[in-house]
């Protein structure tokens, strides 16, 4: 909030690379707390980047869409923002820490919100049922019900 907004946009790509880089970097140095290697550990300190590379991201995304020139109707475009999110989401995926990648997951309703196709959010929706599906059900009646559908 104290930052002037200008700077603040002149500069989300550093912060997004920035950001990236301690995502990369924790894979190597971090400090492995309950099965994840997510943190930083300095001395009595503990910091968790992800918790960064949310925001970061977040404005690096704002940034390309506020372009206008950016239509997320082209798939140039979508792939573009699809690599916004997925980026720091696969490298907290390696860590493994699914509660911080899952966010990024969310922010797909941002982007139905700015113009992407519907059928991108149907496709969200169906890959939810058919988590949640592979939970409750069989694995043999998931694969028949499915082959069924398909034919």
């Known amino acids: 909030m104290l930052l002037p907004t200008k700077w603040l946009t002149g500069f989300t790509g550093q912060i997004y ?46 940034s390309f869409l506020s372009v206008p020139q950016v239509n997320l109707k082209d798939f140039k475009d979508q792939a573009i923002a699809f690599g916004i999110l997925f980026l720091p989401m696969l490298f907290i995926l390696l860590q493994p820490d699914a509660g911080s990648a899952i966010v990024y997951a969310s922010l797909l309703v941002v982007l139905y919100r700015e113009q992407l196709p519907s059928w991108y959010l149907l496709v969200l929706i169906l890959a939810g049922c058919l988590f949640i599906a592979v939970l409750l059900f069989p694995l043999t009646w998931i694969i028949f019900t499915l082959l069924s559908l398909s034919l």
């Open 17 to 62: 690379l920035g950001s990236l880089l301690s995502l990369i970097l924790v894979l190597f140095i971090g400090k492995e707390i309950g099965g994840a290697r997510s943190w930083f550990s300095l001395g009595s300190f503990s910091l968790q980047p992800s918790e960064f590379a949310k925001p970061a991201s977040l404005l690096f995304l704002a």
